[in-house]
């Protein structure tokens, strides 16, 4: 199991990290308010995930048995094999108490495991959250309005307020402050038809970023519910034997 739990950690470390990236490069598109959010809850996430090289949570290996395992067959005579204490080549037998004190042990371990597994729970119920909110701030560029065709500009300058003589991100800002090679250059690239294109390609892109971060986002809550789910099996598991005395 936690050898998955790793192969889930690895995945789950390279969904965020492709949303994290797929944000930055929508930012402009997004409220600043609404992006400072997003940011900080994909911060939250990334400082929950486990590191690669971290142990596993509980050691759930199981109390060491003292006495040799020994295969039965059908119709086999079975012997007791007796215990021995290797640095003495000396029969070992066990004090009164020490199965009411594995019990015990056991008990504490299951119910520790139980404690730190619920922890674990919230924290992944927390980051679905997460993950719901960012996919619900994830919406596709439908109609080009005003705040889309500034951001087109905004892209098409890099940013660069001098491509647009430091005023506003509009087409005639850009049309006026271009230095062009000819005037068929210049009859093409200020035409109703080139500005209309212009803004198109800029939906297409910024729609195929939301679409691959909206996948991302959506595959990372995936993963976040299976593991979830695995607790929550565990956890039947642990309650089941803690009931049993086990």
Partial sequence: MWIKKQENNFHNMDNLKSIMQSLDEISSMIPEGTYLEMADNLKRVHENLPKN???PIIDRRS??????FQVVQPGMAVYRLPNYDESTDEEYEPSAGSGIERLLSGLEINSREYRQNESIIKRLMDDIKIADR???ALKPIGNITKKIREDAIREYCDGD??????GDWT???LNANTAWGSEDERKE???KRYERTLYNNYRMRQNNRISRLTHDARELKRDLEDDVMEYRDRQSYLSYNMMNGQ
Avoid: H
Avoid at 161 to 166: A, F
């Fill in 53 to 55: 090289d971290d142990p």
């Fill in 171 to 173: 087409f005639d800002n």
């Fill in 189 to 191: 690239c200020t035409s």
């Fill in 63 to 68: 109390i060491p048995v003292n006495v040799p």
């Fill in 161 to 166: 307020r001098e491509c647009v003589g430091g």
């Fill in 134 to 136: 960012s996919l619900r």
